[in-house]
């Protein structure tokens, strides 16, 4: 991804509570879909695999022949050459193994985590985040400054240790601590400003808001030469709109937001109530958007138990309500904010 200019950004995980890989069953139905449809429009068998890809491209639906991705939660950030990775959960993996020629190439790796909250989707992948085992004992320079929430029951730090607590996890927290990544801790609150700064010295302005959700969550709203992402998951409506979350939003050029579920299944028609479980849905998100006027909504976080098409759904919805263009987050999405001026 190029980080010449404005804010880019790149989503490795978006499901939400747990990860969700595409079953074979739902393989095999992409597939037959995609041969039914060749064969209907008779494509020619002659075709080469490019040309049959853009077929695919220009005459099936994404959902229909592609995936949104079974990860959770991680998102990469660019900020010039500033690094800022949102959420840690299984996403992270996958974004590691992608920068390691470049930090091979330098010895070196930098990033700033900003963290949602610590429930398990959201840091589930840490322990298989390849940098995280990289330190000045193998000849690497590595620092990297997490930023977490004062008012959970464990800080940070205390939580991602936790989870790599033996019996669980084979290689223990301490050890990386003393070989590995060196790790800066950072606490944010309630409408705390972070000013970063890229290795080009330029300045990154960050707001910090707190969010509807059990435990304490944060949103966060990163600006950079006149750009802004904002990054909202896991939130969910109360008696009225969220003023924090609208607050993050307005204004945009990419509000990212959680909308997990349907208005039914957020009632619990049918099922069980989800209501005090911290995620939302179209009518409340698209209510959100009308009055803080993001250019583009993303909406990511996305149901474990819903299939591509339901995904396609519930941001299909938040437009046709809100008239302001949505689209549902995908495992290798790449948006540029100057995209949306």
Not at 125 to 142: C, D, I, Q, R, S
Not at 239 to 257: I, S, W, Y
């Amino acid at each position: 991804m190029s980080t010449n200019n404005g804010i880019t950004a790149r989503f490795w995980g978006v499901r939400g509570s747990v990860p969700a890989p595409l079953t074979p069953a739902k393989v095999e139905e992409k597939v037959t879909y995609a041969v039914m449809q060749a064969l209907a429009q008779k494509l020619p068998l002659d075709s080469s695999f490019t040309q049959i890809r853009e077929w695919l491209k220009r005459e099936l639906p994404f959902e229909r022949r592609a995936t949104f991705g079974g990860n959770t939660t991680c998102v990469e950030v660019r900020c010039g050459s500033l690094l800022i990775i949102l959420d840690m959960g299984t996403g992270i993996r996958e974004l590691g193994l992608s920068l390691l020629p470049q930090v091979f190439q330098r010895k070196g790796f930098d990033c700033v985590i900003l963290q949602s909250h610590v429930h398990w989707d959201h840091i589930q992948g840490v322990p298989f985040w390849a940098e995280l085992y990289m330190g000045e004992t193998k000849g690497f320079h590595n620092n990297s400054c997490f930023y977490g929430g004062k008012e959970w029951d464990k800080s940070l730090e205390e939580v991602l240790r936790g989870q790599m607590d033996q019996p669980v996890f084979p290689i223990d927290f301490g050890e990386i601590t003393q070989t590995g990544m060196k790790m800066q801790f950072e606490t944010v609150y309630d409408g705390k400003v972070l000013e970063l700064i890229t290795p080009e010295k330029e300045k990154v302005h960050v707001l910090v808001k707190k969010l509807n959700h059990p435990q304490e969550t944060f949103g966060y709203r990163i600006e950079y030469k006149g750009e802004v992402f904002t990054f909202c998951t896991d939130h969910e409506p109360y008696a009225a709109l969220d003023p924090n979350l609208v607050t993050l939003a307005r204004g945009a050029d990419v509000f990212v937001t959680d909308c997990q579920y349907t208005y039914h299944g957020y009632c619990g028609h049918g099922g069980v109530s989800k209501l005090g479980w911290g995620h939302s849905y179209p009518e409340y998100i698209a209510e959100v958007v009308r009055e803080a006027k993001p250019r583009v909504v993303i909406t990511t976080h996305h149901d474990p138990q819903a299939d591509d098409e339901l995904v396609m759904e519930i941001a299909r919805k938040v437009q046709e309500i809100s008239s302001i263009k949505t689209l549902p987050a995908y495992e290798g999405l790449n948006l540029r904010c100057s995209e949306f001026k």
